[in-house]
């Protein structure tokens, strides 16, 4: 008597289950798997356990493909929130210098600081205001070491301007937008607001500052 051949479907089911990184291979695994365990068992055919574990595989790999398709959903957005994150909070950084740019000036008969460092240390202003959270560069220790290089992610181009004759729409104060996925980039401006722009609105007049 020549011995009961197994299921193809539990082999079948097998095959596809081990192989469920290939595109629809775990939906098939799991069709066929269900198949094959009803085609095996008691007064059956053999190969119920290669129809159980290719099932398995089958809802295993599934699973790990939805996992992964929602990651994929789910990163670009999640990338987008905290480059908004990071906006903000440089906004807020910038808000807070030139909240100090106006005490200094208040201080010293309208004239702008040198130069960020005389800024912190007239100011005592908190040095993580000078970093960007986009960016590589860390707090610095001291005001002194403040522009030694990596401790500052703005540019400062207030010296030799005075409060008296800044106009509103002066930048004072901008940051690589670089930091910013190329985007854009925050600016502070002489009235002490902020802004996110896309577009540099430095002009090319040859006056360091201008709106164009």
Do not use: W
Not at 113 to 127: C, G, I, M, N
Request: hydrophobic fraction near 40%; charged fraction near 15%.
């Amino acid at each position: 008597m020549q011995p009961e051949r197994r299921s193809g479907m539990a082999l079948a089911s097998l095959i596809c289950g081990i192989l469920f990184c290939v595109p629809f291979c775990s939906l098939l695994a799991i069709i066929f798997g269900i198949l094959g365990i009803q085609q095996t068992g008691e007064g059956k055919r053999p190969g119920r356990g290669m129809a159980l574990t290719g099932l398995i595989l089958g809802v295993a790999g599934l699973f790990i493909g939805v996992i992964a398709i929602l990651i994929s959903i789910l990163l670009p957005s999640l990338s987008r929130a905290r480059e908004i994150a990071n906006r903000v909070k440089c906004q807020a950084n910038e808000r807070s210098i030139g909240q100090g740019i106006l005490m200094y000036c208040n201080d010293n008969r309208g004239a702008y600081p040198p130069d960020l460092a005389t800024l912190a240390k007239a100011e005592s202003l908190d040095l993580n205001f000078f970093v960007c959270p986009a960016s590589n560069d860390t707090p610095a220790s001291s005001p002194d070491t403040l522009l030694s290089g990596g401790h500052c992610s703005y540019v400062y181009l207030g010296k030799g301007l005075n409060a008296r004759t800044v106009d509103p729409t002066t930048v004072v104060l901008y940051e690589n937008a670089a930091d910013h996925e190329q985007q854009g980039a925050n600016y502070l401006f002489g009235d002490g607001h902020v802004e996110f722009d896309s577009q540099s609105p430095i002009g090319t007049s040859g006056q360091p500052g201008l709106k164009g």
